[in-house]
T-cell receptor, first 115, second 115 residues
Framework: NAGVTQTPKFRVLKTGQSMTLLCAQD?????MYWYRQDPGMGLRLIHY???????AKGEVPDGYNVSRLKKQNFLLGLESAAPSQTSVYFC??????????????FGPGTRLTVT | GQQLNQSPQSMFIQEGEDVSMNCTSS?????WLWYKQDPGEGPVLLIA?????ELTSNGRLTAQFGITRKDSFLNISASIPSDVGIYFC???????????????FGEGTQLTVNP
């Protein structure tokens, strides 16, 4: 049981390049999330998904797209990277809403630098 | 949008001391979560609180869900060097597919423990 995994762990992009970050979870969670973490700003939600085939915008969605074709995977895409997207990106997942408790579990992060 | 004010922003303490940090909000939350983030890692859930007034412990950590539902507190007793890291509070206002059960995060408290 690996929990939440993210690939790649590190990446350097040039301005204008594109890339996709992959998040995978093996806990059968319905909900998945993409956050970015910048110094002194905590975690900010980019996009989220409440189930396979669904996506929705979070707090800072501009410049990013997502897809949830399979329940266990949540992809984050940058079509044309900008220096302002230099950040650490975290994926998280949460169990089905029918459970009494609610907990989000995080992956180890992807450190992205855009030059 | 909702905001969480987490304080203090940073703490420098001696090993063996007790630590207290808190989060406050102008909005009501139905769930409070406390996470710890080690350098280069993703946040790890420490404690989850689901009822106003609830007091929950996890080893040397104790957290409380404020009666007003607008605040939460985390205490660490007898700190040790491995307590070093960033501690985040997170609040959940609404659960379910409509809201995506999104969390609002505080900006974090950076804890340094001197041996």
């Amino acid at each position: 049981n690996a929990g939440v995994t993210q690939t790649p762990k590190f990446r350097v992009l040039k301005t204008g390049q594109s890339m996709t970050l992959l998040c995978a979870q093996d806990m059968n969670h319905e909900y998945m999330y993409w956050y970015r973490q910048d110094p002194g700003m905590g975690l900010r939600l980019i996009h989220y998904s409440v189930g396979e085939g669904t996506t929705a915008k979070g707090e800072v969605p501009d410049g990013y797209n997502v897809s949830r074709l399979k329940k266990q995977n949540f992809l984050l895409g940058l079509e044309s990277a900008a220096p302002s997207q230099t950040s650490v990106y975290f994926c998280a997942s949460a169990p089905p809403e029918t459970r009494v408790s609610y907990e989000q579990y995080f992956g180890p992060g992807t450190r992205l630098t855009v030059t | 949008g909702q905001q969480l004010n987490q304080s203090p922003q940073s703490m420098f303490i001696q090993e063996g001391e007790d630590v207290s940090m808190n989060c406050t909000s102008s909005s009501i939350f139905n769930t409070w979560l406390w996470y710890k983030q080690d350098p280069g890692e993703g946040p790890v859930l420490l404690i989850a609180l689901y009822k106003a007034g609830e007091l929950t412990s996890n080893g040397r950590l104790t957290a409380q869900f404020g009666i007003t539902r607008k605040d939460s507190f985390l205490n660490i007793s007898a700190s040790i060097p491995s307590d070093v890291g960033i501690y985040f509070c997170a609040g959940l206002a609404a659960r379910g597919e409509t809201s995506g059960s999104r969390l609002t995060f505080g900006e974090g408290t950076q804890l340094t423990v001197n041996p």
